[in-house]
């Protein structure tokens, strides 16, 4: 009786074991105060959130990467944001760095609706600060560059 009870126990150990390493991992980011504020803003989210950053409906939801302190405020803003840093208060609008993929958004830039929508380029501290300064971007852009209203068209 006792080896039927000893292999019942081993073959539940063995099965938790599996199921432990099949399973994926959920990756827990930190997020500071006052974030994540607003319906489904991180949902999603693996990136850090700074302080008063990621406000507003679906604000960073599916973000990748590190946003910092009073950014990403407005709906969508940093929506599917994949991999890319976020400097500090950068991307506040609507939309405004939203499908931003793989590129560094330095401080006090891309604000505005649609600022820097689909861009892949790395942009410097305070650049790309209006409506559609930057849609687009595949290059690289200074600091202090590209703060005039742009098209929207994509």
């Not at 991992?25 to 990136?47: F, P, W």
């Not at 840093?85 to 609008?93: A, D, F, Q, V």
């Not at 649609?114 to 930057?134: K, L, Q, R, Y």
């Amino acid at each position: 009786m006792r080896l039927k009870t000893a292999w019942g126990m081993m073959c539940i150990g063995g099965l938790v074991v599996l199921l432990g390493l099949l399973l994926p991992v959920t990756v827990l980011a930190k997020v500071g105060q006052n974030s994540c504020v607003g319906d489904h803003a991180c949902d999603g989210n693996t990136g850090n959130v700074g302080n008063n950053s990621c406000v507003g409906a679906e604000a960073c939801t599916f973000n990748t990467g590190n946003v910092g302190n009073n950014s990403c405020d407005g709906g969508t803003a940093c929506f599917d944001n994949k991999g890319a840093t976020i400097g500090n208060n950068s991307c506040n609008g609507k939309d405004a760095c939203s499908e931003n993929k793989g590129a560094t958004i330095g401080n006090n830039s891309c604000n505005g609706k649609d600022a820097c929508v689909d861009n892949t380029g790395t942009i410097g501290n305070h650049s790309c600060n209006a409506e559609c300064a930057c849609v687009g971007n595949i290059g690289i852009i200074g600091d202090n560059e590209r703060n005039t209203s742009g098209s929207c068209a994509r």
